[in-house]
């Protein structure tokens, strides 16, 4: 019943921008940490940027002043926007929640960074 579906990825060139976002059901939202990982082929999962529930927000340092994570109780959607984008964050982008000791994992969606 916990569900994730993340929605906004697609290509784009080196330093442009996109808005990624989740759309949580199943969970009181509010109450709850989420989490931006990311996994590049043949890469380990990685995290790329976190919020509490209070809003606090934590970032991995390779996205630090460009990436901005947000959450909009109302929506129980979180997002992630991305700016001055690198090929090296090219990945699949995914969202993360995490309830009674386990992890809860959306579809991911594909950002690819090229020209």
């Known amino acids: 019943q916990v569900q994730l579906v993340e929605s906004g990825g697609g290509q784009v060139q080196p330093g442009g921008s996109l808005r990624l976002s989740c759309a949580a059901s199943?969970?009181?939202?509010?109450?709850?940490?989420m989490a931006w990982y990311r996994q590049a082929p043949g890469n380990q999962r990685e995290l790329v940027a976190d919020?509490?529930?209070?809003?606090?927000?934590n970032y991995a340092d390779f996205v630090k002043g460009r990436f901005t994570i947000s959450r909009d109780n109302a929506k129980s959607t979180v997002y992630l926007q991305m700016s001055s984008l690198k090929p090296e964050d090219t990945a699949v982008y995914y969202c993360?929640?995490?309830?009674?000791?386990?992890?809860?994992w959306g579809q991911g969606t594909q950002v690819t960074v090229s020209s």
């Open positions: 199943g969970i009181i939202f509010s109450i709850y940490g």
């Open positions: 993360k929640v995490r309830l009674y000791s386990r992890d809860y």
């Open positions: 919020i509490s529930s209070k809003g606090s927000t």
